[in-house]
């Protein structure tokens, strides 16, 4: 059954079979970003609006995989395309400090409850590096503990336990002196995140989690924050939400406002960039102030970056498009997309009720979800509770989705931009249905 | 005299001042990118076009920054600005496989010699980092050695003796443990780099350098660069060449091409996105090819990413349109470039020539210079020799310069872009004599 979606997969990807073959050819494995990946190979966009996508073979699907999560306005959003065009012939990398990027960081200020200050930079990964950094450089202790399974990009401090199995290293060329600070716990376990960090707490500087795990697409009980929060006030240390994913996802006020739990500092992405490039640091002043190098010597203050395009202009104006739209439309945009991805949820796991062997369950809040093969009774609150779910069922029926013009990243989270619509999450029941009947 | 100076550009700067004053509130020392600030604050940019930017006051500049030396076609080049316009509605950040970052890359295998594979990043930061991570991998062994002065992004591998004094942390919050395996060596001298990497040589996995180092814009010798490949051939160490600054700079071959030495793995950034936010990896294939992940296990293989906006559409098309210019007008490109950065120096050297105890001296190579103060005779061939120089000269030299219509980030390398004249040159060589008439 899954091998006739395979071959019917390949049947309308051929051109982007031919351009995989090219890509073999100059790219290692053929993608750039390991996850892009899915067997037999993935299909090659050419075009994106709303909320659809168009790969080279003309297919068009409905998109929730939105780039990585980042689009909540959807593909070229029509507020963020005239800024561009209006701004495009006046320079789109300026490489000095301008109002647009400075607009952007208050934008961010006045909506993140945590955000007294902030940096803008590059790229997530880039963020959550130098987040760390930070709360060593303030707290003058070492280890950082993170969650199993959690992903905060590749540096190699925080690039520990992603994947299964989480005692064996996640690349070669990571040495064990560059993370023999970093210590991991189980999520939303409280007792045996306790234990890590009581464990730890002379040295500890930082605690950094994902309040949704992107990995498995697992919402932290708030239970369990408070808890996180408690525990780093006890122990002198600072409380770091990777909002990379949940910034302005969860709500005008990120995954803080929403659970009602506040960081020391926070790591954002995705979408302040308005589907450009970007990365951020916001939080408390006393910690972020460090950062601040116009005066001092160098190794009494804390360098964070930077990068060469960091504020540019196309970034900045489209990331604040984004913000200005979301703030004027805060409780239409985010009741409708969390209602969505409520009617997603329990649509898709009411189709796949019952069927021969198949546990489903699809976890996620508000806009994100993601559908788990559980191979017995249970439920996924933390990423080692994938281990118990069937990961290749899981692959196949997300190619399954896209041969029915539904495409979520198999095996990866999936986000609901303002775009998508009733008829949109209605077809995709429909399709998870038709799948079903498969089974 | 110089005093006069800063007099005169905060009387022109005053809506900067008050911007500054704001992004005060907002960001650490009013900055996201520590090189940007310079006293008593920097301009506001607004806008920028060709050769020329325009800041918040209404003053317009010649910028000899050109966005940190990225945009080789000057600010928002027609070629770039045309792809854009249309490709804008048709979806700006995909997060999937797409035609547009393929032929990117083979664009970069095509031109530069050592490109066997290439893979696309977010950021030069990232860039390095995953570039010792595959040396790591390759070798099995852990020793990197850099240049002292040389900077290769923020990441901790590589944030060490970055800036004098070389022996003090460039950080709080950086770990020696992150660092234990990161040694330095003094560049264009062949006796003191072969005593270190003779010393390092049982463990050591790679050599990395900035063919011409970003610090104080210095080239390196080509028998110094040969010297590094004999010494890593010999001790079976991977040569890593930083051509952030210098990849498709120096020439279409960039600065591999141009010295006729090849490094194993490359890393780029700046002119390949065509000012839009980009890094890369390039190299041989059997290194390269440890990063292919879409089979064997984790331990095995070398993780390097990635970014959720890599291989974006408009990172892509935008460094696309830029190289395939590149390579259309190779000759009248980098001869008119090259030619106007012999005159720069030369002109701007003259002017300052004879002047009481200032011995200056502009450095750089192609289209890339910097002006420095030495403080007795001498020359300038490595980044501690900067310490010879007077900074706060050089600094108040380039706010003169700012006074007079010219931009260099103060302190920094500058690039001469196609879209710069021989009236440009002459215009900076003129505010130069009238900035010496003061002295």
């Known amino acids: 059954m899954w091998e006739d979606y395979v071959k019917k997969y390949e049947a309308i990807t051929v051109k982007s079979k031919e351009l995989y073959k090219r890509a073999l050819k100059v790219i290692p494995g053929g993608v750039s970003h390991n996850i892009r990946f899915f067997p037999p190979y993935p299909f090659y966009t050419v075009k994106a609006r709303g909320s659809k996508i168009w790969d080279v073979d003309g297919n068009v699907y409905t998109d929730y995989w939105m780039g990585h999560m980042a689009l909540i306005l959807g593909h070229s959003p029509e507020p963020v395309v005239r800024c561009i065009r209006e701004h495009i012939e006046n320079g789109f990398h300026f490489g000095t400090v301008n109002p647009y990027a400075l607009e952007l960081a208050e934008a961010i200020q006045r909506n993140l409850p945590s955000a007294e200050m902030v940096r803008l930079g590059c790229s997530g990964t880039e963020a959550t590096m130098y987040a760390v950094r930070l709360a060593r450089a303030y707290t003058g202790k070492r280890i950082v503990v993170k969650a199993e399974g959690g992903w905060h990009g590749g540096n190699p401090i925080l690039h520990k336990a992603v994947s299964a199995p989480y005692d064996k290293p996640d690349s070669l060329g990571i040495l064990e002196d560059e993370q023999r600070f970093t210590r991991t716990m189980p999520v939303n376990d409280v007792e045996g995140s306790g234990l890590i960090l009581r464990e730890c707490r002379n040295d500890l500087a930082c605690v950094i989690v994902e309040p949704v795990v992107g990995s498995g697409c697992i919402p932290l009980d708030r239970d369990y924050l408070l808890f996180l929060r408690e525990q780093c006030d006890r122990y002198n240390a600072v409380l770091i939400f990777d909002e990379v994913i949940t910034g302005f996802r969860l709500g005008i006020s990120s995954a803080q406002g929403f659970y009602r739990v506040k960081p020391d500092i926070t790591t954002l992405g995705k979408v302040i960039g308005g589907g450009f490039p970007i990365g951020a640091i916001a939080g408390c002043s006393e910690i972020l102030?460090?950062?601040?190098?116009?005066?001092?010597r160098k190794w009494e203050k804390c360098w964070i970056g930077g990068g060469t395009f960091s504020c540019n202009p196309m970034s900045s104006i489209a990331g604040l498009a984004t913000i200005e739209f979301l703030e004027e439309n805060a409780n239409q945009v985010y009741s409708k997309i969390n209602k969505l991805g409520d009617e997603a949820r329990r649509g898709i796991d009411k189709a796949l009720n019952g069927l021969k062997g198949l546990n489903a369950k699809t976890t996620g809040v508000g806009s994100?979800?993601?559908?788990?093969?559980?191979?017995?009774?249970?439920?996924?609150?933390?990423?080692?509770?994938?281990?118990?779910?069937?990961?290749?069922?899981?692959?196949?029926?997300?190619?399954?989705?896209?041969?029915?013009?539904?495409?979520?990243?198999?095996?990866?989270?999936?986000?609901i931009s303002y775009t998508h619509t009733e008829e949109d999450i209605r077809r995709l029941i429909e399709a998870v249905e038709k799948i079903a009947e498969g089974i």
């Not at 017995?376 to 994938?386: H, V, W």
Request: no cysteine.
């Open 289 to 296: 102030k460090l950062a601040d190098l116009t005066s001092g």
């Open 368 to 415: 994100l979800l993601l559908t788990h093969f559980l191979k017995e009774e249970g439920d996924i609150k933390s990423p080692r509770d994938r281990l118990k779910t069937d990961l290749e069922i899981q692959r196949n029926f997300y190619i399954a989705l896209i041969t029915h013009g539904v495409f979520f990243l198999p095996g990866h989270a999936g986000a």
